[in-house]
């Protein structure tokens, strides 16, 4: 094994011939960003899975987060038999699970069983297409995500007893920056840091959050699909730790109306096609801004609304939108301001542009793919950013602002041309559909709120 716990073909087949590793994670991304898989023993996938894959239900890319098969797919649906599809895995992915003995995990891509074609609507499919599409312009993306998230002292099982409700938070007031608090979490925290490291996910640090419980570990940023898969390793193995420790952790983004929302702020930056140099920077130009980065930025904030949705996939989604609550609400930019939806900082090789609109509960592959198909459009159309905003941007008047709520999100997801151009009409209407039946389950609900609300009083 590598000293950043990556695995190449040799390393893996010793590990498994030495008794060191007898289970292998094989695993894809599924619509809402969580791993999906099988266990693999390791001699099996050494002799079988490593060149030939395993086979899956295509049920998996058309269900919700309840595993529910919906209705309105074309790609899968009962009239169809719900078949297989074929999980190849892709051996750059392949590193150790440091947190689980003798396990090691590899990230698979996703193929017809019949015709052996690539399923275009399986989530790393889709950032794959708008990687080759940068590709060609002669550019490589990269990108940071930035997630935040709550701790609390119960266990997930005890947080399911009590309907996830009425949990202790893993501090009693908001730690935002704070050491001696973060101390008192450490053993956790400490843990998710190096074992991320140690699981070929680098970790840059960690910190306090602004409210109870609530914390960010930040991984050094990488091209847009590396970025990506690292993005679900932690996020899956965060909470896989948490559960090991006996609590329970949540990226959800808007837990409590009374806390902050939990966010996953995408840094994005354009470089040459070899990601050997930033095209963001000009010594010259007004704000520092090149022709790329100019191109790029006024792509994001004018697709901003219609893309939404792929940065906020749940009806919770939409409750981190309140004023003054450091989750963004205007589709503006500004220089080092946390008001605004777009935040550009540094300089130099490291300028770029913070989009702090997508929450914790993102899928990765969709929200890069959202920001690279934005920013190449404005790089193509050459659209032009608007003047860099001053001052609060929540009180900003007459300005386009991120939907309020999922169903204006949907609206402007299923209108937009830019989205079935970029990502092919069928993977539109996939993720339409995806959109759409996510709120038609909130619709179909009676919630606590509505009983005390209305039981007597109506």
Known sequence: MTSTGRLDRDQLDRLVTDGDVDTVLVAFPDLQGRLVGKRVTGHFFRDHVLDGGIEACNYLLAVDVDMTPLPGYEFANWSKGYGDFVCRPDLST?????W?????????????????EPVEVSPRRILQRQVERAAAAGYSVMCGSELEFFVFRDSYEEA?????????????????????QTTRDEYLIRQIRNSM???????????????????????????AL?????????????????????????????????????????????????????????????????????????????????????????????????????????????SDNRTCGFRVVSHGAGFRVESRIPGADCNPYLAFAATIASGLDGIERGIEPPARFEGNAYEAIDVPRVPWNIADAIGEFERSELAARAFGEAVHFHLVNTAKQEWAAFASVVTDWERRRCFEQF
């Open 100 to 116: 689980l003995e003798k396990t090691a995990l590899v990230l698979c891509d996703l193929f017809d069983d019949h015709t052996g």
């Open 197 to 223: 490291d140690a699981a070929g996910v680098p970790v840059e640090f960690s910190k306090g959050e602004a409210s109870p419980g609530q914390h960010e570990i930040n991984l050094r940023f990488a091209d």
């Open 160 to 180: 399911q007893a009590k309907r996830y409700s009425d949990l202790e938070p893993h501090s009693g007031f908001n730690e935002d920056y704070h050491i001696l």
């Open 226 to 334: 590396e970025m990506a898969d690292r993005h679900v390793v932690y996020k899956n193995g965060a909470k896989e730790i948490a559960g090991l420790n006996g609590r329970s952790l949540t990226f959800m983004a808007k837990y409590s109306m009374q806390e902050s929302g939990s966010s996953c702020h995408v840094h994005s930056s354009v470089w040459d096609a070899a990601g050997e140099r930033s095209l963001m920077w000009s010594d010259d130009a007004p704000e520092h801004f090149s022709d790329v980065f100019r191109g790029w930025l006024g792509g994001l904030i004018a697709h901003g609304r219609e893309m939404s949705w792929l940065f906020a996939p749940t009806v919770n989604s939409y409750k981190r939108y309140q004023p003054e609550s450091w989750a963004p609400t205007a589709l503006l930019w500004g």
């Open 94 to 98: 392949a590193r150790a699970v440091p």
